[in-house]
């Protein structure tokens, strides 16, 4: 069964570092988005993504972040400079098609840690 | 904007008892509604979804979900439960006007004890 998959599944940086995560979106699928959970909390929406644009965003998905489709495969997250609260799983989902209805399915996570 | 509270972050239950995770939510606009489960080491998966029609909504692993528009709820049960099922489960909503995001519950670990 297809699946999304992320890497790395564990990154650690220091403060005011750039990180890129990176994830493999399910081959056929259109949207693409990311998601984040600090330990404890909700898991909370970042930004979806489609036809090399975004299409919306949260309050949260500020200058410091950016998304890219690099190539036919890859979809990645950005942050330019870390900072301490950028701690948490971030999670790449993607869906066919857009709608709300759709089904996202996710991957894995990677868990993101600033020193 | 859209809100989904999970009442119990954790339940602890016997391998075959029956088991309920509460799952209430806000929004001004009509809602899909859902319920992921992420098992040890992976991603969130699709358990089951109501979009419309019939509120009772069941999953091919012995899971149903009702959806109750008064309420605003959309609980999830499952008559016994197995080893099997030990994870951490989230209700989600995403509203037609609200474009395609998922908006997510606190999550409810359950334990199933032997």
């Known amino acids: 069964e297809p699946e999304v998959t992320q890497t790395p599944s564990h990154q650690v940086t220091q403060m005011g570092q750039e990180v890129i995560l990176r994830c493999v979106p399910i081959?056929?699928?259109?949207?693409f988005y990311w998601y984040r959970q600090i330990l404890g909390q909700k898991v909370e929406f970042l930004v979806s993504?489609?036809?090399?644009?975004?299409?919306?965003k949260s309050e949260i998905f500020d200058d410091q972040f950016s998304v890219e489709r690099p190539d036919g495969s890859n979809f990645t997250l950005k942050i330019r400079s870390t900072k301490l609260e950028d701690s948490a799983m971030y999670f790449c989902?993607?869906?066919?098609?857009?709608?709300?209805?759709?089904?996202?399915?996710f991957g894995p996570g990677t868990r993101l840690t600033v020193l | 904007a859209q809100s989904v509270t999970q009442l119990d972050s954790q339940v602890p239950v016997f391998e075959e008892a029956p088991v309920e995770l509460r799952c209430n939510y806000s929004?001004?606009?009509?809602?899909?509604l859902f319920w992921y489960v992420q098992y040890p080491n992976q991603g969130l998966q699709l358990l089951l979804k109501?979009?419309?029609?019939?509120?009772l909504v069941e999953s091919i692993n012995g899971f149903e979900a009702e959806f109750n528009k008064s309420q605003t709820s959309f609980h999830l049960r499952k008559p016994s439960v197995h080893i099997s099922d030990t994870a951490e489960y989230f209700c989600?909503?995403?509203?037609?006007?609200?474009?395609?995001?998922?908006?997510f519950g606190g999550g409810t670990r359950v334990l199933v004890k032997p």
């Open positions: 989902a993607s869906s066919a098609l857009g709608a709300s209805t759709d089904t996202q399915y």
């Open positions: 081959s056929n699928h259109l949207y």
């Open positions: 993504f489609y036809n090399n644009e975004i299409s919306e």
């Open positions: 929004s001004s606009v009509s809602v899909y």
């Open positions: 109501y979009l419309s029609g019939s509120t």
């Open positions: 989600a909503v995403s509203a037609l006007a609200a474009g395609n995001k998922l908006t």
